[in-house]
């Protein structure tokens, strides 16, 4: 089993905080995003994985590419990268990585993040991933017959096609034919919205009577700007407290300071005179004292001082003192 990850855009939504890192690479609880999306994937599968293949832009660096095949190691697999350089799609992205393109494979978007429990159907040519939403009209969705088989993808529907939102994961018996649906695609020049769609060499397999069935998820959580992050760090927070999983580093040092659960706390954090938590995540090495944090997400070594933070996201190595509470700022930003 192969993982494909298209991930070559930095996130202009997310900025200031994509301006130094790509948005997939943002710490939720603790940990990057694609990671938790990769492992999460992993899980559900709960078979090998030969290959994890990311699709970046060039710009991200050495740093990021080790990063990322260090992942793909961690689960056991080959880790390869490849370069999209132009935002010509998400069919495009995918056939930027045309040579890791056989065999079953999973294809997952780095944006968003998933809980799931279910078993995957392996008879079928493919399995999209699905989530019951209340805003249908806001999402592509799809449309099933009486065999509960997908028959049809639809964008925003203006008229109620069904509430189930393609969430941009998709499981290919054989992503080879995908691949080959996608390359005439290209050759023809299809293009929606200016770009070249992957939902193109989907309808042109379904048009072939291959059998697409949905896999849905229990929850869905979405990374696209700095709001819905603060509240998918919060949710994952409280997951992985109920899992029963530690998030407290042993070192953190406490001097008149109260910790609320859920929190990820990382090695090396020093709180003095704070309350942290609920619902907030400290990268390593980061300083907090005279403040109150709740409901935010704060990367690694960032210092922050009388303050009074709610709905806050603070970069790395930055350094915060002041009263503002709903605050954005990016990395080794300044604010006093």
């Known amino acids: 089993m192969k993982i494909i990850v298209p991930m070559a855009g930095r996130g202009s939504r997310l900025r200031p905080h994509t301006l130094t890192i790509p948005k997939p690479l943002i710490p ?33 660096g050495k740093k990021v590419e080790e990063d990322l095949i260090a992942i ?15 935002a010509l799609g998400t069919g495009h992205a995918i056939m930027c990585a045309k040579d890791s393109l056989s065999g079953p494979a999973v294809i997952a978007y780095a944006d968003t993040l998933i809980r799931a429990d279910f078993d995957l159907d392996t008879s079928a040519d493919s399995v999209i991933w699905v989530k019951q939403v209340d805003q249908p009209e806001a999402f592509g969705v799809i449309n099933l017959n009486d065999k509960n088989e997908i028959v049809e993808l639809v964008e925003k529907p203006k008229e109620f096609v069904s509430d189930l939102a393609v969430i941009g994961i998709y499981y290919f018996k054989d992503v080879a034919v995908l691949k080959e649906e996608l390359q005439l695609v290209i050759d023809n020049n299809i293009i929606h919205g200016g770009e070249y769609q992957i939902n193109d060499g989907i309808k042109q397999m379904m048009a072939k009577g291959m059998k697409f069935v949905p896999g849905k998820v229990d929850e869905w959580m979405d990374c696209g700007n700095k709001e819905v992050t603060v509240d998918t760090n919060t949710r994952m927070l409280g ?47 980061c300083h907090v004292i005279d403040s109150t944090i709740k409901n935010s997400l704060v990367q690694t070594h960032s210092h922050i001082k009388n303050a009074n933070l709610d709905n806050a996201m603070i970069g790395n190595h930055a350094s915060f003192d002041g009263n503002f509470t709903s605050i954005s700022i990016g990395d080794y930003s300044v604010l006093n």
Do not use: W
């Open 28 to 60: 939720i609880a603790g940990k990057p995003i694609v990671h938790r999306l990769v492992e999460d994937i992993a899980g559900v599968l709960n078979q090998p994985i030969d290959e994890v293949a990311f699709i970046i832009h060039e710009s991200f």
């Open 72 to 86: 793909a190691e961690k689960l056991g697999a080959k880790g390869t990268i490849y370069y999209q350089n132009e």
């Open 239 to 285: 997951f992985l407290h109920a899992d029963g999983e530690d998030l407290i580093a042993s070192d953190v040092k406490k001097e008149n300071a109260t910790i609320i659960s859920p929190c990820y706390i990382g090695e090396g954090v020093v709180l003095r005179n704070a309350t942290v938590g609920p619902n907030v995540s400290l990268g390593k090495g």
